[in-house]
């Protein structure tokens, strides 16, 4: 099983700030299958980004992703107020699916 | 524009079984399950394609899990039987679009298991 980290854990930042999001993974990503979500509360998952770049339909361009093999980033170039919100990477590249534990970005 | 639609909330006992449903519109899917109890991260259960009959299931549920469709609805259900007090989270569904991860989500059903 790929276990995937995400760091840091919290992040707090101020709107019109750069914000940069860690996910490292324990095993090679294959073929770049590697997604990210936001996540508001009391709301479902949404999917921000797929394949580590591509960005999903309506996502902003604000939200960018890189990386291959075992580190990716998640980087939200200048935060709205609503990008405060919980971030998870998932990789779906390989069986069982799985998901990090989430980066919670805070208004500071 | 695709949407999932999810049964309501449950209340279930322990050693119990419960099944949620995931209505599609637009079209059969490949779904993917997710669980999320209180506070905590995004657990995958599992995946069924209805177009090849197809599951898959994480090791963790096995034995205990079985997902399925009713093709001339565009339902897919997830049962989860033998209840623990730590299966309570809320299940969601999401379409699994091959190579693209997981959009659009349903709604969400909350499963509590409570004696």
């Known amino acids: 099983e790929i276990v995937l980290t995400q760091s840091p854990g919290t992040l707090s930042l101020s709107p019109g700030e750069r914000a940069t999001l860690s996910c490292r993974a324990s095993q090679t990503v294959r073929s770049s299958y590697l997604a990210w979500y936001q996540q508001k509360p009391g709301q479902a998952p949404s999917l921000l980004l797929y394949g580590a770049s591509s960005r999903a339909t309506g996502v902003p361009d604000r939200f960018s992703g890189s990386g291959s093999g075992t580190d990716f980033t998640l980087t939200i170039s200048r935060l709205e107020p609503e990008d405060f919100a919980v971030y998870y990477c998932?990789?779906?590249?390989?069986?069982?699916?799985?998901f990090g534990q989430g980066t919670k970005l805070e208004i500071k | 524009q695709v949407q999932l639609v999810q049964s309501g909330a449950e209340v279930k006992k322990p050693g119990s079984s419960v099944k949620v449903s995931c209505k599609a519109s637009g079209g059969r899917y490949s779904i993917s399950w997710v669980r999320q109890a209180t506070g905590l991260g995004l657990e995958w259960v599992g995946t069924i394609v209805p177009a090849l009959g197809t599951t898959y299931y994480a090791q963790k549920f096995q034995g205990r899990v079985t997902m399925t469709a009713d093709t001339s609805t565009n339902t897919v259900y997830v049962e989860l039987s033998s209840l623990r007090f730590d299966d309570t989270a809320i299940y969601y569904c999401?379409?699994?679009?091959?190579?693209?991860?997981?959009?659009?989500w349903g709604q969400g059903t909350l499963v509590t298991v409570s004696s």
């Open positions: 999401a379409r699994d679009v091959s190579g693209r991860g997981n959009s659009p």
């Open positions: 998932q990789q779906y590249g390989s069986s069982p699916v799985t």
